[in-house]
């Protein structure tokens, strides 16, 4: 692995990979808003270029915070708008299954599904894992953006969501606004 790669996202950070038949991301240490930008971009990269199926590796993640799970909900979302499309996990372990069926996320995804195409070939699918390219630096209108994307993605998924991020969900909307009027104040 790269070392200025974990160098800039301390010790959590995504890995990925293409396969035939699908795209892998590992994400090691903890999944947060400091690194679903870069899940969020290599798998909107992916969709736009036609893949129907996303794997997701959480057997080296410490945690996830709502950020990171909302991203992933929006790739989900995304993936299953088309015939075929499925985003899966593998390999959550307890912490982060829990956290997963907590907000829902297990009626939008597959997880650990015992038929899928990448069973058996795990170690190797790990071994030609990679960083995503370029790191990405958002400034934070964009993180703000992404951060609100993600909640959005976590409120439509129930009415307990809902419930739980709609302070959040106002608190970035908010933020947002003042951000792009600074913005606009400062180009005139």
Do not use: Y
Request: net charge negative; hydrophobic share 35%.
């Amino acid at each position: 692995m790269n070392d200025v790669f974990r160098t800039v996202t301390a010790d959590n950070f995504i890995s990925v990979g293409i396969f035939e038949g699908f795209s892998w991301i590992r994400c090691e240490g903890k999944g947060s808003f400091l690194n679903s930008p870069a899940l969020k971009n290599f798998g909107d990269a992916r969709i736009s270029a036609g893949e129907l199926l996303l794997i997701v590796d959480l057997s080296q993640c410490s945690g996830m915070d709502s950020t990171f799970m909302g991203t992933l909900a929006g790739m989900s979302a995304r993936l299953s708008s088309r015939d075929g499309g499925s985003l899966q996990i593998a390999e959550p372990g307890p912490r982060n299954l829990r956290s997963l069926e907590d907000l829902g996320l297990d009626h939008l995804m597959e997880i650990d599904p015992p038929e899928a195409i990448w069973r058996g070939k795990i170690d190797a699918i790990r071994k030609d894992l990679k960083p995503p390219g370029s790191i990405l630096h958002l400034n934070e209108l964009q993180r703000t953006r992404h951060v609100l994307e993600a909640h959005e993605n976590l409120s439509d998924l129930n009415d307990q969501n809902e419930r739980e991020f709609s302070n959040v969900v106002e608190v970035m909307k908010t933020n947002l606004s003042d951000r792009l009027k600074r913005s606009d104040d400062s180009s005139k």
